[in-house]
Nanobody, 118 residues
Framework: QVQLVESGGGLVQAGGSLRLSCEAS????????MGWFRQAPGKEREFVAA????????SYADSVKGRFTISRDNAKNTVYLQMNSLKPEDTAVYYC???????????WGQGTQVTVSS
């Protein structure tokens, strides 16, 4: 059974940067597309970014395009999310998951809290 462990969140001022990491174990990580999702208080979980199994293709939500960059290191079973020019509206718990047919497909990890102060 796959396990996902997210890390790297924290408190940052608007305009700042954070780099999130998600380490996966338990199955063939390099065979799956991976994605980042987030859930703000009182809101549904939403898609943030995704990356193909090879890393050759990426996609982003319009709200983060140009500010966030997703990447992966299959040798380390890890996917990353570099977040720049952070805004208060980016405040949320961030989760990673495998992606199949454009939807999250595995069990969720505990997530990592990102808080952006104005």
């Amino acid at each position: 059974q796959v396990q996902l462990v997210e890390s790297g969140g924290g408190l940052v001022q608007a305009g700042g940067s954070l780099r999130l990491s998600c380490e996966a174990s338990g199955r063939a990580f390099s065979s799956y597309a991976m994605g980042w999702f987030r859930q703000a208080p009182g809101k549904e979980r939403e898609f943030v970014a995704a990356i193909s199994w090879s890393g050759g293709s990426t996609s982003y939500a319009d709200s983060v395009k140009g500010r966030f960059t997703i990447s992966r290191d299959n040798a380390k079973n890890t996917v990353y999310l570099q977040m720049n020019s952070l805004k208060p509206e980016d405040t949320a718990v961030y989760y990673c998951n495998s992606v199949v047919a454009g939807k999250p497909s595995g069990d969720w990890g505990q997530g990592t809290q990102v808080t952006v102060s104005s």
